[in-house]
């Protein structure tokens, strides 16, 4: 009778747990469970219990970015560089906020799907450590100047609309 075959086990960097590692796969049914464990009948469309819960209203969004927080964290354990971990966090907060508007904000919750995005970035470091630190590295880097172009754009506005304010006031007394 032939043995059954272990599932490979791949190099991984150092603190890293290998491909098919009973912890990883834990990861991959968590992330799986809350983003795409529901097929939407008669569609190739699925969604997670995360989208469910997201649609209570005040909570939802708080308990999945809790569930999603907690998956961040078993991946620190596991040893993903700072600099994944900063992007996966990235990915929560991302889906988080935009997934607190209500009905749009659940929509995008649906397809951001930031636990499978985030099982994919632990994956690829497990499998390809350089890169995934560069490409993480890469992500932060836009995200960091986008947001202070962000807050440079609101700046702006903000001095824009004060003037304006002022020379209506001016005008007006």
Known sequence: MPRATQPARHAAPAGMPAIGDRRLDNLRRF?????????????????????IVGLIPGIGDLAGGAA???????????????????????NVAIETIVGAVPLLGDLFDAGWKANARNMALVERHASAPVAARASSRKFLAVLG???????????????????????????TF
């Open 31 to 51: 992330a799986w469970l809350l983003d795409n464990s529901i097929p939407i009948p008669g569609t190739r469309f699925r969604i997670g219990l995360d989208a």
């Open 145 to 171: 100047l986008g947001l202070a172009l962000m807050l440079v754009g609101a700046a702006v506005l903000a001095v824009l609309g004060i003037r304006a304010l002022s020379e209506i006031v001016q005008r």
């Open 68 to 90: 999603s927080v907690w998956f961040v964290l078993q991946a620190a354990r596991l040893g993903a560089p700072r600099s994944v971990v900063a992007r996966m966090v990235a």
